[in-house]
């Protein structure tokens, strides 16, 4: 009998263990097309508005949009390289510079140790779109954002900076992105401080360190 307890218990912890593994997966999913649509609506919309006026740049932007969706749903790996997850955020940059053009400016360093690290997908480009957002938004000047990513003490440690205005009130927003990115560092690696954030000056960085196995 109480060999037989003993399975019964295995047998419920198991399945415990595989019911919170599936609600995990599916919190996941949920979190990564939340964000999708978002960028989408951006993106067609954009593409509206050129259609008319420059149709070549539509055309573009309509070949550029579908390179990344078509990126973003072969995602299904749990990990991917840092220089796949670069590629995603090239595509996702040259639509936004046919959006903003010239006002747009990206400057990247990134170490050659980081590009062939681990990191969950999807991850940079919510982060690129908020600095974009609070970057350019409300402003009419050109806006250069910094990236910075390197090996650090056993993470890829990526930061990325764009300038605000602190008197603007919509800086504050909603901040979904940098939420969902949180929540989905949390469910991976079960810690709440890998994503941070600070102003400085006039200044908003984002810092992100994903742990990598050694």
Known sequence: MQWSQIKEQTAWNDRKDEAER????AELLKLRHQLQPHFLFNSLNSINALIVAEPKE????VQQLSAFLRGTINTDH???DFAKELEHVQLYLEIEKVRFGHRLMVNLTIDDSALPLKLPPLLLQPLMENAI???LYGTTEDVLIDVHAKYSGGFLEISI?????????TQQGTRFGL???MRRLYL????????TTHNSENTFVATLKVPQQS
């Open 22 to 25: 599936l609600a995990k997966e």
């Open 179 to 181: 939420k969902a990115i």
């Open 188 to 195: 991976i690696y079960g810690r709440d401080d890998l994503l």
């Open 58 to 61: 539509a055309r573009k932007m």
């Open 78 to 80: 749990a990990l991917i």
């Open 133 to 135: 957002k609070f970057g």
């Open 161 to 169: 900076s764009n300038p605000i205005d602190a008197d603007v009130s």
